[in-house]
């Protein structure tokens, strides 16, 4: 059985994570990359939304039951097959999974305007997040 309120206190989490991120976005970018403090808590920061989601991907998938996902970035294609995410929207979101491993795991060097970018043009897919899942747990 999906732990609703499990769910709401993580939704939340990502709601303040965003409004850290949204401070941090209101610096320019060459003041963020010229300040490893401010670079770094970006990089955090979507660290920390993107295991909030991958936490409430999870939880659905194993007390919903659905199919089991080949991977993290899988399970938001998972939750679109099942109406949970619209098919669009789970596309567009789930390679932020492998930004987030590139960000921790440091596999190859970040192109820090391209990261900028990307923050900036997709940051509002994390409320966008939000919104389908508590609709999702409102209607369940």
């Known amino acids: 059985m999906i732990d609703k309120e499990f769910i709401?206190?993580?939704?939340?989490?990502?709601?303040s994570y965003y409004e850290e991120l949204e401070q941090i976005l209101s610096f320019?970018?060459?003041?963020?990359k010229e300040d490893f403090i401010k670079l770094r808590a970006i990089e955090r920061v979507i660290q920390l939304i993107v295991d909030e989601i991958i936490d409430i991907n999870n939880h659905i998938?194993?007390?919903?039951p659905l199919k089991l996902p080949?991977?993290?970035q899988s399970s938001f294609l998972i939750l679109a097959e099942n109406n949970i995410l619209p098919e669009s929207?789970?596309?567009k979101i789930a390679p932020v999974v492998g930004l987030r491993n590139r960000l921790v795991h440091r596999y190859e060097k970040i192109d820090l305007d391209?990261?900028?970018?990307?923050?900036?043009?997709?940051?509002?897919?994390?409320?966008?997040?939000v919104k389908h899942i508590l609709d999702f747990?409102?209607?369940s």
């Open 137 to 139: 747990i409102q209607k």
């Open 61 to 64: 998938v194993r007390y919903h």
């Open 89 to 91: 929207f789970a596309k």
């Open 8 to 15: 709401k206190t993580k939704l939340f989490l990502i709601k």
């Open 28 to 32: 320019s970018d060459s003041e963020i």
């Open 114 to 129: 391209l990261l900028l970018n990307l923050i900036r043009k997709n940051k509002d897919d994390f409320i966008e997040y």
């Open 70 to 72: 080949n991977d993290f």
